[in-house]
């Protein structure tokens, strides 16, 4: 999807896909990550999750990376958290306590050698279709490091039930894309009834959604 699409949906306030609490697999996850004390962490298209305010409290210093005004200053309204703003390039920074978030266009971050313990993607590249899924995955490679984890959640079904946002994207996909430098390990894999997503049977979903949640390590 072009970024004007997802800067219309928060304009417009059809953001379904926004968990008000965070995402619990994440919260039941974390202690096995063994990351080092206060890591650094990136949230690619990040919107306004609450995660966020999990992993700071946890000790991390975290960076977003959204492309609507409107989710980052909600983030910050929602949380009654005050900020002090910058500017980098293309990108307004919006900084409180060991949150940053950049607004701006994620594929256009700036390159930090690796400097990130961990990029937590909540369902990122299942925002993406098929063609911007390879070059948002050449990023998050560029981005990462020799000790850089990598958690991804994303969701499986028939492609053909439902027209994407989100989309489905499969393991065998995820790994073509990052296994020549991570092995992967499954935390939490749930299959949802399609009845659970009333927005998706609209749409045609029909099957059971599969959820998966993995970490990448590098090899």
């Given at each position: 999807m072009e970024l004007s699409y997802w800067e219309s949906r928060w304009k417009k306030d059809k953001t379904g896909f926004h968990m008000p609490g965070g995402y619990s697999a994440l919260k039941s996850h974390w202690p096995k990550l063994t990351l080092p004390e206060a890591p650094a962490v990136l949230v690619p298209l990040c919107g306004k999750s609450a995660d966020m305010i999990f992993m700071e409290n946890q000790g991390a210093q975290v960076k977003g990376v959204e492309i609507s005004e409107k989710a980052v200053r909600s983030f910050f309204k929602e949380n009654d958290r005050n900020f002090e703003t910058d500017t980098f390039a293309d990108f307004?920074?919006?900084?409180?306590?060991?949150?940053?978030?950049?607004?701006?266009?994620?594929?256009?971050?700036?390159?930090?050698?690796?400097?990130?313990?961990?990029?937590?993607?909540?369902?990122?590249?299942?925002?993406?279709?098929?063609?911007?899924?390879?070059?948002?995955?050449?990023?998050?490679?560029?981005?990462?490091?020799?000790?850089?984890?990598?958690?991804?959640?994303?969701?499986?079904?028939?492609?053909?039930?439902?027209?994407?946002?989100?989309?489905?994207?499969?393991?065998?996909?995820?790994?073509?894309?990052?296994?020549?430098?991570?092995?992967s390990r499954l935390l939490e894999e749930n299959e949802i009834p399609a009845g659970e997503f009333i927005p998706f049977q609209r749409r045609g979903l029909e099957s059971p959604l599969t959820e998966r949640f993995i970490l990448m390590k590098p090899r």
């Open positions: 307004t920074i919006r900084r409180s306590g060991n949150i940053q978030i950049w607004q701006g266009d994620f594929m256009k971050f700036p390159d930090t050698k690796g400097g990130f313990d961990l990029i937590y993607d909540k369902a990122a590249i299942v925002a993406l279709p098929p063609k911007k899924r390879p070059l948002y995955a050449d990023k998050v490679l560029s981005l990462s490091g020799p000790g850089t984890l990598v958690l991804i959640d994303h969701f499986i079904y028939p492609q053909q039930e439902m027209p994407g946002p989100p989309f489905s994207v499969g393991s065998e996909e995820i790994d073509s894309y990052f296994s020549h430098r991570f092995s």
